[in-house]
Structure formats: C-alpha cells, structure tokens
C-alpha cells in the first residue's frame, strides 16, 4: 500500500490547534498517510499563542508531496500581496499535488494565484476583506469546505478536522473516515455550513427547535418526505419550520434532505451489492435516475463509478484493523 504524503506547510503566527489536526487526523488512518512539517526557511515558527514550534523539515519536503496543506495564522499578519519566501516554496509543490487550506490559509493561496477563477472558501469573519482583496476568486463564506478537485478550502478552526476527514474519505471511502471519526471523538460529517455559526439572533435551544424533526427525517429517509410533513411533525407553520430550521442547520430543509439520501446512498454503494434502483428506493428517492442526477451533481460520479472506487477501498478498510495507541487515545 502506498503511503501518500501530506506536508504541512507552518507560517509565522500559525493556529496551534489548526497545526495539529492533519497530523491528528491523518495518523489515525492506520499507516495510510505520513504526515511531515515543514517552514518557508526550515527554522523554528512563531504561533498566536505564548510559545514557537520547532518543525522537521524546510521547504525542500514540499517537492516530495502528495498534499499540501497550510494551516491558518494571526489574522493581524494578513497581506495582500504574498508572504516573503512563500510564493518561493510553494513554486517547488509538484503538479500532481493537492494543495489544501485551512481559514486564513485561502488568502495564502489567493495570493498566489492559486485560487483565481476557482470557488473557496474562507473564515467567515475575513470574508469581507479576502472578496475586497481577490475578486477573481468566488467566495462561498457559508460553508465549511470547497472541494474543487486539487485544490481545497476550508473555513475557521474545526472545519479543518471536517476537510481532512473528507480527504479520508475521498481516498479511501466512507467506512475508513468513519473509523478515523471515532478514533478522533469527532462527528464524521457535519450538517449544513459555517452560516449556522454566524453571530446572529437565534431561537433558545428548546423542544421547539427541530433537532427531533432531523432525527425523525434521519429515520424516515425512505419515505418522500414533503415540507409540510416535516412542519407537522414538528408542530410549527411551513414559515416558522424553514426559518428555524435554516438558523439551527444552515441550510434550507429540502437541501439537507437531500445530503442526507446522498450520504446514505454512498454508504450503500460502499457497503451493500443492493442495484442502484433499490438504493434509491430506501434513501427517497423516486428512481435510479433521480440517484444519479443527485449523486453526479454532489461529487461528480455515477453510482456505478462511485461502487467501482470505493469497494475495494472499504473492503481494505475492513481487513486492516485500525491501528491503536498514541492516534486512538
């Protein structure tokens, strides 16, 4: 099995906790992935908090990646124009290689010139300044991550467990991401996107909120599930229910629906040798060519290249125990 590289690349003023997650989330894929740091000059780099870290590699490890991954710093160091000695080291990233960000690690990229023309994403509360700064670049501040191929961004903090998980799972199929979820004490994906953690007035959380509707949905997935059933079974208006229901989850009811039937459709296709027709019929969706529109618009595939990818993968992920100790603790 190969072992695919991810080199993380630490800047003056970088996140401790954003540093941690690749190594955090890559080590508990059981062997699969090698995780090294470097810095733009291979010296010691200062963090936000009260202390520096000291990395094992200069920008010579970047020529050996297979991801690139730069983590977030002080949003006081923010430039428009590229860092000194960044634009230099990342100049030796391969062609092949993935290139991810974790929040302000998009304005890196944009700098660059790497992000030009591609949508991304960024922390919400710099999304003023990154849109004022590189217009060339679409902005969605509202999600958590934007996958667009070799090139992926992530908002604030934790959405960078959310997009090395989804790497995992992009690699190596829903059931090893789910394993690394597990070893990690983190959900294996969240629903809706950065919205929901936008300051703003919200309701109080209650038994009139409709995280038991969600669950209800979860259970139910079979089923067409229409708005007015879902209101109803929440007890509010069809006005009230999509309102609260867009301030808990950050999405619209019928868009987090069909996530959902997506998800559980993948997990099928991974796990089940059920037809694409039958698939379709136990997430809700009214046929295999509804599965297939759906899926293709999510992440590009038909259910049958999607199988073809990932079985094997999730086959592997149930032979090979997942390594315990230092990563599961």
Do not use: K
């Not at 695919?4 to 941690?20: C, I, K, M, N, Q």
């Not at 394993?179 to 004490?185: G, H, L, S």
């Not at 409709?210 to 979860?218: F, G, H, N, Y």
């Not at 038909?302 to 997942?322: M, V």
Request: with cysteine.
């Amino acid at each position: 099995m190969a072992v695919h590289r991810v080199v993380v690349l630490a800047l003056d003023g970088v996140y401790p906790f954003e540093l941690g997650i690749p190594s955090r989330v890559f080590g508990a894929a059981g062997g699969r992935y090698e995780v090294l740091t470097c810095s733009v000059d291979g010296g010691p780099v200062t963090t936000n908090a009260d202390f520096a870290v000291t990395v094992g590699h200069g920008p010579e490890a970047l020529a050996t990646a297979d991801t690139v991954l730069l983590p977030p710093f002080d949003t006081s160091l923010l430039t428009r124009e590229p860092l000194p000695g960044v634009g230099e080291a990342l100049s030796a990233v391969p062609a092949g290689a993935r290139i991810v960000s974790i929040c302000t690690g998009a304005f890196v990229l944009a700098a660059a010139g790497l992000l030009d023309g591609r949508p991304a994403t960024t922390h919400w509360a710099v999304a003023d300044v990154f849109r004022s700064w590189y217009p060339q670049v679409p902005l969605d501040p509202d999600v958590l991550f934007v996958d667009d191929g070799d090139v992926l961004t992530s908002a604030g903090a934790a959405s960078g467990v959310d997009v090395c998980l989804h790497l995992v799972r992009r690699d190596h199929g829903t059931a090893l991401a789910n394993e690394v979820a597990r070893a990690c004490v983190v959900p294996p994906w969240r629903d809706g996107g950065q919205a929901q953690y936008i300051e703003h007035p919200v309701p109080e959380a209650s038994a009139n909120g409709t995280s038991a509707t969600r669950q209800w949905a979860l259970e139910n997935l079979h089923e067409p599930l229409s708005l007015t059933e879902l209101s109803g079974h929440a007890r509010m208006s069809l006005r009230t229910f999509a309102r609260r229901f867009n301030e808990e989850v950050g999405m619209s009811p019928g868009r987090w629906l069909i996530h959902q039937r997506v998800s559980r459709a993948r997990h099928l296709l991974e796990t089940t040798d059920l037809a694409v027709d039958d698939i379709a019929g136990q997430v809700g969706f009214a046929t295999g060519t509804s599965l297939r529109e759906h899926l293709h618009a999510a992440i590009g595939v038909s259910p049958l290249a999607y199988r073809r990818t990932f079985r094997g993968a999730t086959a592997s992920a149930r032979q090979a125990p997942l390594q315990v100790g230092a990563d599961a603790r």
